[in-house]
């Protein structure tokens, strides 16, 4: 890999099994907490995202379910479960 | 509702460790696994210290264990923003069997141990995610998974680093940033020749790189390569607190990407197939990260357990899991003897880990993790060290100087001074 790829791309090649429901969702009026921009910086899979309200975003599609994010910011802000059996990540190597 | 004697949450290192020894003594014991498979969810840097946990199993336990490589050659490289110094120790003992330790991917490792534990009778459950405890008269008897109740005299939790079982049961806090890292690494698929030249490697044996410096950008962590057979594990670990607090802010990511693009590590990478993606959470509180072990009708073990244990040169977890696991299923055996699951009656697990390496080591350590979260040993002591071999490798125009005074410019009173009370301060390790 000469070239640098996305980190799109790079979850790409993970399996993904889609779950119904979203697994992290952030509690409502915790969006604009200083604490979550933070979750920005700590996600391996670059899954927040500030958009430009300064509301933070995120997305579980590509979920590595490390639980970092629910780390750094706590339960106060982040309702964070693991996803239902047999969904989310299924590392082939890990 | 349907009843086991054991109900053990977590396909992982901890918990099949205990599903196989509870098997062997001819307890049913249950193992209830939320991925598609044991070690789907699991995710390792990763090596595994063999030696500690050879004890706990039959000899020949481990001759078809889908190991990578046995680590043979370990290498340590301090990185600067200009320059990156390695030292590389190569020991006769570790070229020959028995073997301390191995490369692993835990998809698998942990599969294959599944086998195992199935082999010798356990029961196991995967897609299915235990979302609480059953309580009876203030002691634990059962899980709920998957909407259906599950009863059992005990519950052994081995459900991972996060523990949210323990932590919608009471039994723990959510966990803090300064007491977690978070590991992130690629798995680069490359021929087994090329791995072998490109680290000078006999066939079939195998290499360990950790990386310190200036990749973190000042953060409390390093990098890591492991070669497996076919492919390299690169990855990094950096304090949660660390990425959440130090500026100027980058992303965890950014990071990895920026490693993986100094020379010295595109060399090792190049022409490799990227084929996964991974991060884990570690605890990295050490002794005192120790989260509960037992209670009544419940044990802990593995990284659910805050069983893991950093100190520097070698980053351990796997085997104090696999261990924990076994002697959690030994306390259970006595308690199923003494037909008493009471907290009292598990408290012999405490005793058990305490007797064994997985508490010996944790207590020995226990300042590793203060004496390690310097910055000094990010920042200062790779560029140090730079800079006086790059002063005595170089040569210039000049005549150059003696070597002693080559290292005496980049050596200043405050410097010998910083690095004895950095020496003093390492003393409790």
């Given at each position: 890999?000469s070239?640098?790829?996305s980190l799109?791309?790079?979850l790409g090649?993970?399996?993904f099994?889609?779950s119904?429901?979203?697994?992290?969702?952030?509690?409502?009026?915790?969006?604009?907490?200083?604490?979550?921009?933070?979750?920005v910086?700590?996600?391996?899979?670059?899954?927040?995202?500030?958009?430009?309200?300064?509301?933070?975003?995120?997305?579980?599609?590509?979920c590595?379910e490390?639980?970092t994010?629910?780390i750094a910011?706590?339960?106060?802000?982040?309702?964070?479960?693991y996803?239902?059996?047999?969904?989310g990540?299924?590392?082939?190597?890990? | 509702?349907?009843?086991?004697?054991v109900?053990?949450?977590?396909?992982?290192?901890?918990g099949?460790?205990?599903?196989?020894t509870?098997a062997k003594?001819?307890?049913?014991?249950?193992?209830i696994?939320?991925g598609?498979y044991?070690?789907?969810?699991?995710v390792t840097?990763g090596r595994?210290?063999?030696?500690?946990?050879?004890?706990y199993?039959?000899?020949?336990?481990w001759?078809?264990?889908?190991?990578?490589?046995p680590v043979t050659?370990?290498?340590?490289?301090?990185?600067?923003?200009?320059n990156?110094?390695?030292?590389?120790?190569?020991?006769?003992?570790?070229?020959?069997?028995?073997y301390?330790?191995?490369?692993?991917?835990?998809?698998?490792?942990?599969?294959?141990?599944?086998?195992?534990?199935?082999?010798?009778?356990?029961?196991?459950?995967?897609?299915?995610?235990?979302?609480?405890?059953?309580?009876?008269?203030?002691?634990?008897?059962?899980?709920?998974?998957?909407?259906?109740?599950l009863?059992?005299?005990v519950v052994?939790?081995?459900?991972?680093?996060l523990s949210?079982?323990?932590?919608?049961?009471?039994?723990r806090?959510?966990?803090?940033?300064?007491?977690?890292?978070?590991?992130?690494?690629?798995?680069?698929?490359?021929?087994?020749?090329?791995i072998?030249?490109?680290?000078?490697?006999?066939?079939?044996?195998?290499?360990?790189?950790?990386?310190?410096?200036?990749?973190?950008?000042?953060?409390?962590?390093?990098?890591?390569?492991?070669?497996?057979?076919?492919s390299?594990s690169?990855?990094m670990?950096?304090?949660?607190?660390d990425?959440m607090e130090?500026?100027?802010p980058?992303?965890?990511?950014?990071?990895?990407?920026?490693?993986?693009?100094?020379?010295?590590?595109?060399?090792?990478?190049?022409?490799?197939?990227?084929?996964?993606?991974?991060?884990?959470?570690?605890?990295?509180?050490?002794?005192?990260?120790?989260?509960?072990?037992?209670?009544?009708g419940?044990?802990?073990?593995?990284d659910?357990?805050?069983?893991?244990l950093?100190?520097?040169?070698?980053?351990?977890?796997m085997?104090f899991?696999?261990?924990?696991?076994v002697?959690?299923?030994?306390?259970?055996?006595q308690?199923?003897?003494?037909?008493?699951?009471s907290?009292?009656?598990?408290?012999?697990y405490?005793?058990?880990l305490?007797?064994?390496?997985v508490l010996?080591?944790?207590?020995?350590?226990?300042e590793?993790?203060?004496v390690?979260?310097n910055p000094r040993?990010f920042?200062?002591?790779?560029?140090?060290?730079?800079?006086?071999?790059?002063?005595l490798?170089?040569f210039g125009?000049?005549?150059?100087e003696?070597l002693?005074?080559?290292v005496?410019?980049r050596?200043?009173?405050?410097?010998?001074t910083?690095?004895?009370?950095?020496?003093?301060?390492?003393r409790?390790?």
């Amino acid at each position: 890999m000469s070239r640098s790829i996305s980190l799109k791309e790079k979850l790409g090649f993970n399996v993904f099994k889609h779950s119904a429901e979203s697994h992290i969702r952030i509690i409502p009026g915790a969006e604009k907490n200083e604490r979550l921009k933070l979750a920005v910086y700590v996600c391996p899979a670059g899954l927040y995202s500030l958009n430009e309200n300064g509301d933070v975003t995120v997305t579980v599609d590509g979920c590595l379910e490390c639980g970092t994010c629910r780390i750094a910011c706590g339960p106060e802000i982040l309702d964070w479960y693991y996803p239902d059996g047999g969904t989310g990540v299924q590392f082939r190597f890990g | 509702m349907e009843k086991f004697d054991v109900v053990i949450v977590g396909a992982g290192l901890a918990g099949l460790a205990a599903a196989y020894t509870l098997a062997k003594d001819g307890i049913e014991a249950l193992v209830i696994e939320r991925g598609d498979y044991p070690g789907a969810k699991n995710v390792t840097g990763g090596r595994l210290y063999l030696n500690p946990v050879r004890q706990y199993f039959p000899a020949d336990f481990w001759d078809n264990a889908p190991f990578e490589r046995p680590v043979t050659t370990e290498i340590v490289t301090m990185m600067t923003q200009e320059n990156a110094a390695s030292m590389r120790f190569q020991a006769l003992e570790f070229n020959n069997p028995p073997y301390q330790s191995y490369s692993v991917q835990r998809s698998k490792f942990d599969r294959w141990f599944g086998n195992q534990a199935a082999g010798a009778g356990a029961m196991l459950v995967s897609k299915s995610r235990v979302d609480d405890l059953i309580w009876e008269n203030g002691k634990v008897a059962g899980v709920i998974a998957g909407g259906e109740e599950l009863g059992a005299n005990v519950v052994l939790a081995c459900d991972g680093v996060l523990s949210l079982v323990a932590e919608k049961a009471k039994l723990r806090e959510p966990g803090k940033p300064e007491d977690f890292a978070v590991g992130f690494k690629e798995i680069i698929e490359l021929p087994e020749k090329t791995i072998e030249d490109r680290f000078n490697l006999l066939p079939g044996q195998g290499a360990a790189q950790l990386f310190m410096g200036s990749l973190t950008q000042g953060r409390f962590g390093g990098g890591f390569l492991y070669t497996n057979k076919t492919s390299l594990s690169l990855g990094m670990v950096v304090s949660i607190r660390d990425l959440m607090e130090k500026q100027p802010p980058i992303e965890a990511p950014v990071l990895l990407e920026e490693f993986k693009q100094r020379p010295e590590v595109a060399a090792l990478i190049g022409d490799g197939e990227l084929a996964e993606y991974s991060a884990h959470v570690i605890p990295e509180a050490g002794y005192k990260g120790i989260g509960r072990l037992y209670g009544d009708g419940i044990l802990f073990a593995g990284d659910a357990a805050g069983l893991s244990l950093n100190i520097g040169l070698t980053v351990r977890g796997m085997e104090f899991a696999i261990a924990s696991g076994v002697l959690a299923a030994r306390a259970i055996k006595q308690a199923f003897d003494r037909n008493d699951y009471s907290a009292a009656s598990l408290s012999v697990y405490q005793q058990l880990l305490q007797n064994s390496f997985v508490l010996k080591d944790m207590q020995t350590f226990k300042e590793a993790p203060h004496v390690l979260d310097n910055p000094r040993f990010f920042t200062y002591y790779p560029e140090l060290m730079g800079n006086i071999l790059k002063d005595l490798y170089s040569f210039g125009q000049e005549p150059k100087e003696g070597l002693v005074r080559t290292v005496r410019n980049r050596l200043s009173f405050s410097d010998i001074t910083g690095i004895l009370k950095d020496a003093w301060g390492g003393r409790k390790i």
